[in-house]
């Protein structure tokens, strides 16, 4: 493991578990709405991951309330596709 791929999964680790931890004192919401992943991560990312299985959507109630989309969750996810764009866009050719 080259030392760049390395860096890159620790600081990815470290602020993951930053946000755990300001979701289990309640400084951050463990949830986003659909439009708030949106907004974070791009309709087209969010779309994808929803349709592959790698993010599960809640919903509470019929047609008329919000989807969340448990924040940890898409972060993970958010991460591991950055560390594969970032393996790709960096190794020795």
Request: hydrophobic fraction near 35%; aromatic fraction near 8%.
């Given at each position: ?61 019929d047609s ?27 190794r020795?050719?």
């Amino acid at each position: 493991m080259e030392r760049l791929e390395l860096l890159s999964i620790l600081q990815e680790a470290v602020s993951l578990g930053a946000q755990k931890g300001l979701i289990e004192s309640a400084k951050l919401k463990p949830y986003l709405t659909k439009s708030e992943a949106y907004k974070l991560y791009g309709r087209r990312h969010v779309e994808r991951w929803l349709k592959e299985g790698l993010i599960k959507q809640i919903k509470d109630g019929d047609s008329n309330y919000s989807v969340r989309i448990n924040r940890l969750q898409i972060e993970s996810v958010a991460s591991v596709c950055n560390r594969v764009s970032f393996y790709q866009n960096h190794r020795e050719k």
